[in-house]
């Protein structure tokens, strides 16, 4: 898979070997997208201690602690739920950085409040939180393309924002 | 990515589908494929309930169980560390069938003893274990996916050869 999502991830991983960062990942309608394009660069090793696909919500809640009461409240495809899913992935993993992808790939599970392709992506670590809504408009391959891209760009975004310790 | 190892995935998820089987993946040198594998298929929520990827050493300890005695006797790339992760990842998820995939992609990691290309696949679950060693002469991102379609191809491998609950 030698397209720009690897070259994003290259990108990504660059900055994080230089920086001393680790990474980890959460996934739910990525399915591990995210953690497969970031270990098709050589040496991601160095920066990448795993990641949790959390595809069912008890997943989410006994693995990544994601508090039961945010998931009846909110829904698992909600920004509380992709903040809930990153911190968790960044204390179970204890890394630097970690991101969280939560949505609905299609091309079924959709609904009038939460429709296909609809994708929220967070990032946490470095004394900062960040949580983005995405609306796709692809297939499901489509669409966890478009959503890791996201989780890889804001990762950068968030590792070229800070020197390490910031 | 509409290719032999998104129909190898699919036919895995229509037996599962038909026996109700559910499904966890551990991953370290697949780095999350497996996982992204299964997740292109549309209606995999219902069988896949999450995958670990385990790509430190204190990761596959801590998440998915595998004894530190057992990673320093026999290294993290073994048939005894395969099946310890399956184990793990089956336990901690509660899925009637697991894969583990450990070994050493490249182009960096390898050694005499363990070189790279040289990876374990191990499947658990409905009453038994199975570990298989291979070894892929590729680039990292092709024995990345050799070893994904040998994950599930051993899944799907044991997935035939059961009725549910056998």
């Known amino acids: 898979m030698a397209d720009h999502l690897v070259d994003l991830a290259a990108r990504l991983g660059a900055r994080c070997a230089a920086l001393g960062l680790t990474v980890a990942t959460a996934e739910s309608c990525t399915g591990g997208l ?11 090793s160095a920066y990448l201690r ?8 008890e997943v989410k809640r006994s693995i990544l602690g994601v508090p039961a009461e945010v998931l009846v409240a909110h829904g698992a495809v909600s920004a509380q739920v992709a903040l809930a899913m990153a911190d968790g992935v960044r204390q179970a ?7 969280a992808v ?21 990032v946490v670590g470095l004394g900062a939180s960040d949580v983005r809504r995405f609306h796709w408009s692809g297939d499901r391959a489509a669409n966890k393309r478009s959503s890791a891209e996201a989780a890889l760009s804001m990762l950068l975004e968030r590792a070229s924002a800070v020197e390490h310790g910031a």
Chains 1, 2 share one sequence.
């Not at 995210?34 to 991601?44: D, F, K, M, N, W």
């Not at 993993?93 to 991101?99: F, M």
């Open 34 to 44: 995210v953690a497969h394009l970031i270990t098709e660069v050589p040496g991601s």
């Open 50 to 57: 795993g990641g949790i696909v959390a595809y069912a919500d």
């Open 93 to 99: 993993l204890g890394t630097d950085l970690a991101v």
């Open 102 to 122: 939560t949505g609905v790939a299609g091309p079924d599970g959709g609904s009038e409040a939460k429709p296909v392709g609809l994708v929220y992506v967070a």
